[in-house]
């Protein structure tokens, strides 16, 4: 019996151990919800560091009360002008890349929470160079 209890113990952390690293930090925003249907529109304009957008990038999106594990408000790429596009009701939300195939050029940012209050809203994400 102790046995079980070892393995089941080991799997329950070794999936908190993997879902932080894979999930990263991310600090809630809370914001009351008006409506379930996507009815506000947000663009996440993502920059390098001289300015230039950065395109093909994904950018995931957690609603402020479910930020463990996969994004779970939507997943959205950049396009060339360095924008990637949500649909969602208007509440509190939180961004955040993926760090799979996140470029290795670049520092990962801390995920920015955004207050969703207006029908279209914008946020700038500026990306650093790795300092090595």
């Known amino acids: 019996m102790k046995k079980n209890n070892f393995v089941v113990l080991t799997l329950v952390l070794a999936s908190f151990i993997f879902?932080?690293?894979?999930?990263?930090?991310?600090?809630?925003?809370?914001?009351?919800?008006?409506?379930?249907?996507?009815?506000?529109?947000?663009?996440?304009?993502?920059?390098?560091?001289?300015?230039e957008p950065v395109d093909?990038?994904?950018?995931?999106?957690?609603?402020?009360?479910?930020?463990s594990g996969p994004p779970t408000a939507g997943v959205?790429?950049?396009?060339?002008?360095?924008?990637?596009?949500?649909?969602?009701?208007?509440?509190?939300?939180?961004?955040?890349?993926?760090?799979?195939?996140?470029?290795?050029?670049f520092e990962v940012p801390m995920e920015t929470p955004v207050s969703i209050s207006e029908d279209f809203n914008n946020i700038t994400i500026n990306l650093h160079n790795k300092i090595e």
């Open 19 to 51: 879902g932080y690293f894979l999930g990263g930090f991310k600090i809630p925003v809370s914001l009351e919800t008006d409506s379930s249907a996507p009815n506000s529109t947000l663009h996440v304009l993502v920059l390098g560091p001289e300015s």
């Open 76 to 105: 959205s790429y950049t396009n060339l002008s360095g924008i990637a596009v949500f649909s969602m009701p208007k509440r509190g939300y939180v961004i955040g890349f993926n760090l799979l195939n996140f470029p290795e050029t």
């Open 56 to 67: 093909s990038l994904e950018v995931d999106l957690w609603k402020d009360s479910e930020i």
